[in-house]
């Protein structure tokens, strides 16, 4: 039975929650007083049930929303501008200001009963969320929530031993995730034991509620590398790998979710402690688990965009220089799985944006230093899927640049020594969205890995070829002078090294069609009809053609003399032309380069050579035209 006192505050704490509802009724509550006489009740009273009233009204005031005006200097005069500021900081200022922080720590040193417990860890959550999300305002400068030296940490962390309750521990692993999110605290909070039982709580609780907080707040601490150490010395893998089997197996999508940021967390990074992490959790089944996950969310129609991006993610770290995790995932299929991600993924879709840029940079990672990942990715359409990305990518501009960059990574890797990938990304138009990548970017980091995949593609003798006609020269000149870093601008002078150089211009003849018919412009600048064109190789000269003017031409082949072992690959050239590049294209062109000069035949272009022509889809490289 309560004693008069007791049951005096007691009716006022009733009061309290029964009608101070209102921002405005709050407002006057607190100027009255009112939030300092709830943390004495708090901190003083011996009555569960008043402390436990208390800290409910205390929890409601910092969940209140709205804001008030507050008047701030704007001169040395009295002139000053109204500004907002959030009624639930204002009362945490004053629960804080007030002694808050010690009554409610206070309570949950001596306290036994579970509903105090319940309540008092509701305010602190509370508390801490309202101090995380406005300790940046001025008012917070010179205030810290817990004092130092106190054994705050170490009193939350105990509530977990301590209470049998599910609130609490969810209540708790909530706030510990918010109070790690201050770096500063992350060292202080895993000292306090806060590693260890949160680890526990995900093996040993069944509530979807404690496991997600519990991982939420894992993932904010395993940032720290001693926090790792302490992950790792409590078997974390092992047991976060276990809640993603169970998760899987319930299709529990929000354990899912923050169980791989954990994993992903947890292997951020290189270097050899790094290696060490990856190979735990793939000893742990990782691997097998994540990518069945990865399967499970990315459903056509229903994607489970948070779970897929984490386990995306997830296998990300987990498959970063490391070479056995890569030749793992790919006997799993992780390729196809990928690959079908970014398929069924739409760029134009924001929330999309952070699963593709992970897909692709799981891509990446799977096919560096991997011929047999790399041949995959071929079989799975992966080089076609790039090239979509990108285009679409291109379109968005900024808005979409991880996505790019990790598309273009993805890219150079999928198409780096594989002739089949190279041929199947230019086939797809893929060099022609390169090109236009250097001139529509001035990111750094994304022109490096435009020039390094043009500098994959390079090595196949077609198709730089094809780079230069798609005017690759000028944008990568472009992309030399507009980047900022050493690294780029020597992947730039790699690139330029392997394109084939332009012949030096030394007069020039023009060609073109006009009603059907086709005329030369002669050196003289007068045009007239051409009945016959002989293709002289002139060193040091070139000529331009249109491509609409060589599909018009009908003579034989006159003559085409070549060289016996000039070294050239002739299962790849049409016989008998081994020293003539030609690119077909939809539009329109100039066509122009030339011949290597050594020689001095003359050709005269014909239906024969036309079609060969055609069918390789080279770019013609000539010199000189004698109109006869």
Request: aromatic content about 4%.
């Amino acid at each position: 039975m309560l004693d008069p006192v007791d049951e005096t505050f007691f009716e006022f704490v009733e009061a309290c929650l029964n009608h101070v509802q209102t921002p405005v009724l709050q407002r006057k509550f607190a100027a009255l007083g009112g939030i300092d006489l709830l943390v004495r009740l708090c901190a003083m009273s011996m009555n569960d049930d008043v402390i436990v009233k208390a800290c409910r009204a205390i929890a409601m005031l910092l969940r209140v929303e709205g804001s008030i005006p507050d008047t701030v200097p704007h001169s040395p005069s009295t002139i000053a501008t109204a500004s907002s500021k959030p009624l639930a900081v204002v009362n945490a200022l004053k629960i804080r200001a007030a002694g808050g922080v010690a009554a409610l720590l206070a309570q949950m040193r001596r306290s036994r009963n579970e509903l105090v417990l319940q309540e008092c860890s509701s305010a602190m959550k509370h508390l801490i969320k309202v101090y995380e999300a406005s300790k940046e305002l001025p008012d917070w400068s010179d205030a810290r929530l817990f004092r130092e030296g106190d054994d705050a940490f170490s009193v939350l962390v105990s509530l977990f031993r301590r209470s049998r309750s599910i609130f609490v521990h969810a209540e708790m692993a909530e706030a510990i995730h918010y109070i790690a999110l201050n770096d500063e605290c992350k060292p202080a909070l895993g000292s306090a034991g806060a590693i260890c039982v949160l680890t526990q709580q995900v093996q040993e609780s069944s509530e979807a509620a404690v496991q997600i907080w519990s991982c939420n707040a894992l993932c904010v601490l395993v940032m720290s590398e001693e926090n790792r150490r302490r992950f790792t010395q409590e078997e974390g893998a092992t047991a976060i790998v276990s809640i993603l089997s169970q998760a899987l197996a319930s299709s529990s999508f929000g354990v899912m979710s923050s169980a791989a940021h954990v994993l992903s967390n947890y292997m951020a990074g290189e270097g050899k402690e790094i290696h060490d992490y990856q190979v735990r959790v793939g000893q742990a089944g990782g691997c097998e688990v994540l990518l069945r996950c990865c399967e499970r969310a990315a459903v056509v129609g229903k994607i489970e965009e948070e779970a897929l991006e984490q386990c995306c993610g997830a296998l990300c770290s987990l498959s970063f220089e490391n070479d056995g995790h890569r030749v793992k995932l790919g006997d799993l299929g992780a390729c196809e799985t990928f690959a079908r991600i970014c398929q069924i993924c739409d760029v134009s879709v924001v929330s999309h944006h952070r699963i593709l840029e992970q897909a692709c940079a799981g891509i990446g990672n799977f096919c560096k230093r991997n011929r047999m990942n790399r041949m995959r990715m071929g079989g799975c359409m992966g080089p076609e899927t790039l090239v979509s990305v990108l285009t679409r990518t291109l379109v968005l501009g900024q808005e979409a640049d991880a996505v790019a960059l990790q598309a273009l990574r993805a890219v150079s890797n999928v198409v780096m020594r594989n002739e089949e990938n190279q041929e199947r990304f230019a086939d797809a138009g893929g060099c022609r969205q390169l090109v236009q990548y250097c001139f529509a970017t001035r990111h750094d980091g994304i022109l490096r890995w435009v020039l390094v995949a043009l500098g994959a593609l390079a090595q196949h003798e077609l198709i730089r070829y094809k780079l230069v006609n798609e005017g690759a020269m000028a944008a990568v000149s472009g992309a030399e002078r507009s980047c900022s870093t050493a690294e780029t601008k020597e992947a730039a002078k790699r690139v330029v090294a392997l394109l084939p150089p332009p012949a030096p211009v030394r007069g020039s003849i023009i060609l073109k069609d006009e009603d059907e018919e086709v005329f030369v412009q002669c050196r003289d600048g007068c045009w007239v009809k051409g009945n016959k064109v002989v293709i002289k190789n002139a060193a040091d000269c070139f000529t331009s053609l249109s491509s609409r003017f060589v599909q018009s031409l009908h003579f034989e082949i006159n003559d085409l003399n070549h060289s016996e072992g000039d070294g050239t690959d002739r299962r790849r050239s049409p016989a008998g032309l081994h020293r003539i590049r030609l690119k077909v294209r939809d539009r329109e062109i100039s066509i122009d380069a030339a011949l290597d000069g050594k020689h001095a035949e003359d050709i005269v272009i014909g239906p024969a050579l036309l079609a060969k022509l055609k069918i390789f889809g080279f770019e013609h490289m000539v010199n000189e035209l004698v109109v006869l």
